[in-house]
Structures are given as C-alpha cells and as structure tokens.
C-alpha cells in the first residue's frame, strides 16, 4: 500500500542535502502499522563535524548578526509562510512516522506558524540596558548570540518543539545543529526545506538525523558547540548534562514530568472530567506536560472516577490517518513498558478502573485509555512517568494533604487544580512546585507564555519571551568618558 511518503530523506548541512557520511540508513516506521514506510540518512559522527563546521562558518561570517534584527524576524514571517505550503505533506508525515491523530497532525502547523511570528516579532524587540555609574562613565548590557547553539529534540512534538528553538536561536544571531529525532524525522526535513525555500543563510540552520547515543552524544560533546537545548528524557538528560560539564557549555533542559491536577469538592466536574481526558489521552499520553495524576477530593472521587472512565471507553482509537480519536504509542518497546508498569500498578494493589492493556485486532502500537483508581502517592504507577494513556486517580481529604501529593514526585514540570473559588485558586497555585499551574483547563496557555520545569523536569524556559534569554548572554561595556 502506498503510503503517500517520499522513500528516502536526506540531512541538511550546510544548505545542501546529504546522505550520511557513510552511506548508512535508518528505517522509519509506522506505529500504526509496524510497518517500515521510509528510509532517512542515518547521521555519522563526520556528519555531526560537517554540520557543526557548517553552523560555525556561519556565525563566523556574522550573516545573521549583519542583518538587522527586524529583518531575522522578517525571515522567520518567511519560513512560517513557506511551511503552510507543505502543510498537508506535514500533517501526512505526522500521522505516519510520529502516530498523531489527523486533527492533531493539522494542529501542529498553525501553532508551529505561531511559535516563528511570535519569535520573529519579537526579534527587534530585545534591547540591554543602561547602568548609571555617574559622570564620566557611560556603561550598557548587550545582549549576546552564544555562537553555535546545539539542539536535541524528542520524537513526540519534533516540528514545534524544534521550530521554536530554531526560531529562538536565529532571531539572536545564533546558528543551529539540530539532531532530529530517529523515531520521527520527517516533519523537521519538512522545515528545513521551508527554511531553504525562505532563504535562511546557508549553515544557519543544519538538520542531521541519526541514533541518540551516536549522533546525538556526539553533536553535544562536540567541541566547537557554545550552547544546548536539550528536551528529552531525565536520564539522557543527565548524560547530556556531563558532557556539558566537560566544556562548561550552558544548557536549557526540558526533561520529563508526572503531573497532577488536583480536584476540588466545589469544582465543576464536567469541566473536570472534559480537560483531565484531554490532559492524559491527547497523543495517547505522549506529551511531557500530560496529566497523568488526579488527585481528588474524596467527597466527590466516585463521580471523578466513573467520569474518566466513561471518557477513556468513549475514545476511537486507532490509525490517527484514518481520523481516529486516539493513535498508538511510538514503538514496540514503549507499548510494552507502559504494559509492564500497568501490571505492576494492579500488583501493588491499584484498581484498574479500565485499560491497562494493548487493543485487540491492531497491528500496530496501540494501548488502550487506562484509569487506575484507588491509587496511594507512594506507588511506583504515582511516581514514574508512563509517557503513555495512564492516568492514576488518588484521593485526599485536606488541602495541605493534596498539596503534599502534587509535589510529591521528583518531577516539577506541570501542576493544576479545578476550583470555583478564587481564593483557593491563587493560594494553591503559589504552593504547587511547578513550571506551570493550570488552573480549570489543562494546557491552559501557549506560545506566548513561559514552559519549563522545576527539579528534576529541568530547568530553562522555552515558549514566551523568557525563551529568548536562554538563547543570549549579557556583555556587560563600561566606558570612562
Ligand atoms: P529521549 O531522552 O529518549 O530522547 C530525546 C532525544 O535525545 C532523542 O532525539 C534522542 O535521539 C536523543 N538522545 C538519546 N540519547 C542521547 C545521548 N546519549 N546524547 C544526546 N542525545 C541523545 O526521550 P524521548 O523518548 O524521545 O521523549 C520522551 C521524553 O521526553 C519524556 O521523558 C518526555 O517527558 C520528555 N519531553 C519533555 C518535553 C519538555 O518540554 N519538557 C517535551 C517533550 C518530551
């Protein structure tokens, strides 16, 4: 069957299309089906030098630095209007290699549109300042590019997520290396081409697929790199973190989560109910930020529970491609670990409330919505982060007890809580240890304000303006007169 997807996809480096350095390959697969649906270039360690060489030559050169800074933004306006040409490709290539629904394959390009406009816009609007330190003396801050900015992204969110750092980078006169994801390259191919078609300066941005512990390990502990984002995982996060130290080179990290959402006895639980399912079975779980804890006041826990369950049974799940409600997990391997974490819940004495268990009758990785109840904070299903359709219910009778259990985890990335009454809305929200708190709507915000965790989930803020404080170092000058 054809899958309507180009068959071979090459890098990006230095403006030019490459294979890998030594000719190898990696296959892309759909999770829908198990099946392969093309080949990218598998990057080598060469391959990481030659992008690196190419983003250093440029920033070198100073091509975006001798820009002004409304025209970098100018550029950015550019790339979002060249990717809307390739916007059915993307959300093609969305469902295919990466799993997404077709609405949420859609979704990604106006919000990755949004994320360019928003940093382009503000690229002529980051200014230093001035320091009085009396007569005679004039001193001001400038806001510096670190140089090359080195950039590792997931597999889950790779157009978003990767756009908006490189947007973050180029509108501060930084060059990019961006090691795509292996599990789902192709929509980042698609933006490179979209940057090309705008006239990004040669070297600017240079997009290399390849294996994490390869490629990737090699593009962060690259000697010639001046800066790394880094969103992944907790524990590749730490390895990427000891090859930063090596070089003491700055780091924004967007690691993992496991956040909960707590519920109040005055909440208005339709609205409970409508955006804790969307919180935990949007991308079938896969997001950093997804509610995967609820934990509810005891007093109306039965109703919360019944409520998610009947939202977890009403999902369609199935090939995101053919407009089901909810896609598979990425691979075999997660399938099966979300599984085993399942089966460890029940033996730790959890009720599965429903799910728990791969779907029946499809190919591909597909598990189905799971709410498990009765639920202690101490259990490992309260603690680890499934990244997967698995949200544990927990209840608590006080709030200095919910509050405890919100923070209970050594994560910090996301908390939320569903209230009618203000004061208890502010109050909470001042004690939750959490990059963001949501309060009555999960998700509540977007590009415009700042994302990112505390503890473990990392630290650094993407999206908002503060993003683009992680991308410039302060110069201090100091003239006598
Ligand atoms: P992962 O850590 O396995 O991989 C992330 C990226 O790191 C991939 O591109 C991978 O190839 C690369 N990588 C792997 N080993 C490496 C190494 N040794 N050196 C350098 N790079 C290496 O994570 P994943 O499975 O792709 O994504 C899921 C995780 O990401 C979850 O924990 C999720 O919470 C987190 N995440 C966080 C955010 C956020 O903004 N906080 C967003 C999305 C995902």
């Known amino acids: 069957m054809s899958t309507g997807i180009r068959s071979y996809w090459k890098n990006y480096i230095a403006g030019k299309w490459v294979d890998a350095s030594n000719g190898g390959r990696l296959p892309v697969t759909d999770p829908a089906t198990g099946q392969t649906i093309c080949e990218v270039a598998r990057g080598t360690t060469e391959d990481i030098d030659a992008a690196v060489a190419a983003a250093r030559a440029c920033f070198a050169s100073r091509a975006l630095q001798l820009m002004p800074p409304h025209e970098r933004g100018a550029l950015m306006f550019r790339i979002a209007d060249e990717l ?74 790779p157009l978003p997520v990767g756009a908006r750092s490189i947007a973050c980078a180029l509108v501060t006169g930084n060059t990019v290396v961006l090691k795509s994801p292996e599990d789902s390259p192709l929509s980042l191919f698609l933006f490179a081409e979209a940057c090309e078609r705008a006239g990004v300066p040669a070297g600017a941005v240079n997009i290399v697929c390849g294996i994490g512990s390869e490629a990737g390990a090699a593009l962060v502990a690259h000697d010639d790199i001046d800066h790394i984002v880094f969103t992944g995982s907790v524990e590749t996060g730490k390895s990427v973190l000891r090859a930063a130290a090596e070089r003491v080179v700055p ?5 993992g989560g496991k956040s909960g959402g707590i519920v109040f006895p005055d909440a208005d639980l339709d609205q409970v109910a409508e955006s804790a399912a969307a919180g935990i079975f949007k991308h079938a779980g896969q997001i950093c930020s997804a509610g995967s804890r609820l934990i509810v006041h005891r007093s109306v826990y039965d109703d919360v529970v019944a409520r998610l369950v009947a939202k977890a049974k009403a999902l369609d799940v199935g090939p995101g491609i053919e407009g089901h409600t909810m896609g598979p997990l990425i691979s075999a391997q997660q399938l099966e670990r979300v ?14 409330a429903t799910g728990g268990d791969r779907v029946a009758g499809l190919d591909g990785y597909f598990m189905t919505p799971t709410v498990f109840a009765d639920v202690r904070p101490d259990m490992r299903i309260a603690q680890d982060e499934f990244f997967g359709p698995v949200v544990v219910v927990i209840p608590f009778d006080t709030t200095d007890e919910a509050i405890e259990i919100a923070n209970g985890t050594d994560y910090g990335l996301a908390a939320g809580l569903y209230t009618r009454d203000l004061s208890t809305a502010h109050v909470v929200a001042d004690r939750l240890v959490a990059g963001q708190v949501y309060v009555n709507q999960w998700w509540a915000g977007g590009v415009e304000t700042p994302f990112g965790g505390m503890k473990r989930s990392g630290y650094g803020r993407e999206k908002g303006q503060e993003a683009l404080l992680g991308y410039v170092q302060t110069k201090n000058v100091g003239i006598r007169l």
Request: charged share 25%; glycine share 12%; proline share 4%.
């Open 84 to 157: 809307e040409k390739a916007a059915d490709e993307i959300a093609l290539v969305e469902c295919r290699d990466n799993g997404k629904t077709l609405k949420n394959g859609h979704g990604e390009i106006p919000l990755t549109r949004r994320y360019l406009r928003y940093y382009g816009g503000l690229a002529d609007k980051l200014e230093g300042r001035q320091i009085p330190l009396g007569d005679g003396m004039l001193d001001y801050t400038v806001l510096a590019p670190y140089g090359v900015s080195a950039q590792i992204v997931p597999w889950n969110g």
């Open 251 to 255: 780091c924004v990290m967007e690691l």
């Open 339 to 352: 599984i085993a974490l399942c089966r460890f819940g029940v033996e730790e004495g959890a009720t599965l």
